[in-house]
């Protein structure tokens, strides 16, 4: 069935290193993908996208890679500030729904 | 901000209180969305609105009640609700369905 997880819950990085948020699809028919960070008490924030015939992305101090092969989404944060501490969540769409499907989201935590 | 605004933001009601949620989008968007996010779940699309015609309800109960009296606008009618109701309730809209959905910052709903 369709479904987007993320492989780790909670990632703590120091203040100034690179994060690295991981994403897995299973959906073969999704072409297109977004990150969106959701900090306490806000909704979703869009972030980044990336569509299928892409596998690399790059945004202010961020960057997604989409690997078609593995179904494999990541988003990489470079410098991390304290300021980057949210839940971050992979969606994805295909098919013929147009429905975003989304993960549980990871939660950053960055350590000053 | 994105564009999206929620009211109210807060809300405690009891059981047997009627109460709607309203939403506004201010980007021209023609798809609107209602979800609900619970602590540990992924986000949980519960209505879509397309051009003011609902194209998905999915599965909730019929203590939920959208309406779309216009693009800009959506509501979400709340009767008869039950404390596993407690949740927060976002709304998004993009420009038409399958693309990037901006969220807004969502209504923090206790039911008692």
């Known amino acids: 069935g369709e479904s987007v997880g993320l492989h780790l819950p909670t990632l703590s990085v120091q203040e100034g290193d690179n994060s690295i948020i991981n994403c897995a699809y299973s959906n073969s028919a999704s072409d297109y993908f977004i990150w969106y960070k959701q900090e306490s008490g806000k909704g979703p924030q869009f972030i980044i996208d990336i569509r299928s015939n892409m596998d690399k992305r790059q945004g202010q101090r961020v960057t997604v890679l989409l690997n078609k092969t593995v179904k494999h989404l990541s988003l990489q944060i470079a410098a991390t500030q304290p300021g980057d501490s949210a839940v971050y969540f992979c969606?994805?769409?295909?098919?013929?729904?147009?429905?975003?499907?989304f993960g549980t989201g990871t939660l950053l935590a960055v350590q000053p | 901000e994105t564009g999206v605004t929620q009211t109210p933001r807060h809300l405690v009601m009891g059981m047997t209180n009627k109460k709607s949620l309203k939403c506004e989008q201010h980007?021209?968007?023609?798809?609107m969305y209602w979800y609900k996010q619970s602590a540990k779940k992924p986000l949980e699309l519960m209505f879509v609105?397309?051009?003011?015609?609902?194209?998905e309800n999915n599965s909730v109960p019929s203590r939920f009640s959208p309406e779309c009296p216009n693009s800009s606008h959506l509501f979400l009618h709340l009767h008869t609700l039950q404390p596993e109701d407690s949740a927060l309730y976002l709304c998004?809209?993009?420009?038409?369905?399958?693309?990037?959905?901006?969220f807004g910052p969502g209504t923090r709903l206790l039911v008692l």
């Open positions: 998004a809209s993009s420009q038409v369905q399958g693309e990037t959905q901006y």
């Open positions: 609105y397309s051009l003011e015609e609902r194209v």
């Open positions: 969606a994805d769409v295909g098919g013929a729904t147009n429905k975003l499907i």
């Open positions: 980007l021209g968007h023609n798809a």
